[in-house]
């Protein structure tokens, strides 16, 4: 076995400094004003990108933030006129238990909720879908059931059996039906 120390060169993980002296670059006064100008214009738009790059990087998180608070409060007026609907149901409901006897008032009073509640959804763009008595349009209907009959032409809807609806005039929900066959 060799006892003596591997070579220092072999050993060295980092490279060896460089002893060589720094070169000397001789310029004109007036280049090395032009090089000294130019270095401080690189500098301006240096700054300036990054100052514009956080501006740039602020206003989107800003965005972010305005079109989350969007999200969260868009249907804010909608939740108000619901509100409206939830006391007169609350009102009726505490009208039922309180064993009041005019079931043609109680009638009446839900039939006024639900008036008022399909004015509401109207103004907010929402319309029924007319099916019955219409011909089957599979955009509009969702046939659950057939039934014979003679005096129908094939496909008509012959009975609605949930509502449909359409909000600005797009599907939300399409009428669930009962379509006629011939027998």
Not at 164 to 180: E, F, H
């Amino acid at each position: 076995m060799n006892n003596k120390p591997e070579s220092n060169k072999q050993n060295n993980k980092f490279p060896q400094a460089d002893n060589r002296e720094a070169k000397v670059v001789t310029l004109a006064e007036e280049d090395y004003a032009k090089l000294k100008q130019e270095a401080d214009k690189a500098k301006e738009y240096w700054d300036k990108l990054l100052h514009l790059q956080a501006d740039f990087e602020n206003m989107r998180k800003r965005q972010e933030k305005e079109k989350q608070d969007f999200v969260k409060f868009a249907n804010e007026g909608l939740i108000l006129e619901l509100l409206n609907v939830l006391d007169d149901l609350e009102r009726a409901v505490s009208l039922a238990e309180s064993k009041h006897e005019d079931l043609p008032a109680f009638l009446k009073g839900v039939e006024m909720i639900l008036v008022h509640l399909y004015e509401m959804l109207k103004e907010q763009g929402l319309k029924p879908i007319e099916a019955e008595g219409k011909i089957f349009d599979p955009h509009l209907h969702e046939a659950l059931m057939q039934a014979e009959d003679k005096n129908l032409p094939e496909h008509t809807v012959v009975e609605e059996l949930q509502k449909g609806y359409l909000l600005n005039d797009r599907v939300i929900r399409t009428a669930k039906v009962k379509v006629s066959k011939k027998p």
